[in-house]
């Protein structure tokens, strides 16, 4: 291929009331990976020579392999990420019949020379259902160096992912995606295990806020003893989100050292532990609420709620003879962003270290295998 002088590329999309809204845009069909190269770096010369000699910041690749049929809902959920979006996107759709390799490249510049500038960087490839196996050495070029870079297949193509591992420090998928949950913990737990990739779980961050919440109730003192003392936890989830169940157990088993042995869970001392799942339609992926007791009779919980979570208290006092009991409640406030405000928390957990997520879901995997 011949590739075309830089000021043929495509120019900048016209300036409409202020804002200023580059797109320049290159694509060819029947392309190899050797090309698409090429044409990024005249691509980022034309417009480095525009913005005279200043280059973006970058710090995430992410990689999507996804079925051409449904690219549109993927798209989306990426677009609502808003500034969270990664550096440089490669979209690599699958299609069934298809032979030749096609490739599109947009690179954009949103609001240049404003503080609030922002530049992203697509690259969409239409391959064939044989080119999964080789991925690696077609996407290998494109992907940026000396950054990061996370896979997504949210439609399975985990021979796409196998390809990819050479290339990806992190994989990014959603437990609650599989045929049961077992499987879904289970796949997991194989790309740690078989590929050492990381692992950014959205069934996980889900549950985020619910783990902060529930950390910072027992952060004071006077309550920290309760957590080596808990009798009872049930977890109330969406039905079709009970790896987001799962893995909240399982978090609290590592860090309290429960051990799951003969159909039953026990605590540091030896005591058992009740645990409980039960689902709850609340319309949103994830948890629906979590209450946790005390052998001392002493209740703490959480419900999904309008604007945050309610939290609720159950203290119990022994008197001469008698037992008093006192309840209270109250908001945290803390609304959720939905999916996008998960999806992006995704993008941004690639950067930073693992959060707990390994030992959830290796305890995790254990209390049901004694379920």
């Known amino acids: 291929m011949t590739l075309p002088p830089a000021d043929a590329l495509g120019p900048p999309a016209p300036r409409t009331h202020g804002t200023a809204v580059e797109h320049t845009v290159w694509q060819q069909d029947d392309v190899d990976p050797g090309a698409v190269e090429q044409a990024m770096i005249a691509l980022e010369r034309e417009r480095s020579q525009r913005r005279r000699g200043v280059l973006p910041a970058r710090a995430l690749n992410l990689v999507v392999v996804v079925d ?11 677009d609502a990420v808003g500034r969270n979006a990664p550096s440089r996107t490669v979209l690599v759709r699958v299609h069934g019949h298809r032979r030749g390799l096609s490739a599109r490249v947009t690179l954009s510049t949103i609001h240049e020379g404003t503080p609030d ?3 992203s960087e697509l690259v969409t490839l239409d391959v064939a259902q044989r080119h999964l196996t080789r991925l690696d050495s077609i996407v290998d070029p494109i992907v940026l160096t000396d950054v990061p870079t996370l896979l997504w297949a949210p439609h399975g193509h985990v021979d796409a992912l196998e390809s990819l591992g050479t290339l990806g420090q992190t994989v990014l998928l959603d437990t609650a995606d599989a045929a049961d949950y077992t499987a879904g913990l289970d796949a997991a737990q194989g790309l740690i295990d ?11 961050l889900r549950a985020t806020p619910w783990r902060l919440r529930l950390a910072s109730h027992y952060e004071p003192p006077a309550r920290r003893g309760e957590l080596w003392s808990i009798a009872d936890v049930q977890i109330r989830h969406q ?6 169940a ?4 399982g978090w609290l088993a590592d860090r309290l050292g429960w051990t799951p042995e003969h159909g039953r869970t026990r605590d540091a001392s030896g005591a058992e532990v009740g645990l409980r799942l039960s689902p709850v ?4 992926q994830g948890l629906a609420g979590a209450t946790v007791t005390s052998r001392a009779g002493a209740v703490f919980s959480l419900d999904r709620n309008r604007g945050g979570l309610r939290a609720g208290r159950t203290d119990v006092y022994a008197a001469v003879g008698e037992h008093t009991s006192t309840e209270r409640h109250w908001t945290v406030l803390g609304a959720s962003r939905g999916e996008a405000g998960v999806l992006g928390r995704a993008l941004r957990r690639t950067l930073v270290p ?10 995790a995997r254990r209390l049901l295998s004694c379920t």
């Not at 051409?68 to 990426?78: M, N, P, S, W």
């Not at 078989?194 to 996980?204: E, P, Q």
């Not at 339609?281 to 949103?284: I, M, N, P, T």
């Not at 693992?354 to 305890?363: K, M, N, Q």
């Open 68 to 78: 051409a049929d449904y690219t549109g809902e993927i798209v989306r959920r990426l």
């Open 117 to 119: 500038e922002a530049s």
């Open 194 to 204: 078989d590929h050492g990739l990381s692992i950014v779980d959205l069934s996980w």
């Open 239 to 244: 039905p079709g989100s009970e790896t987001a």
């Open 246 to 249: 799962w893995l909240f157990l």
């Open 281 to 284: 339609d609340v319309g949103v």
């Open 354 to 363: 693992d959060d707990g997520y390994i030992g959830a879901l290796a305890t």
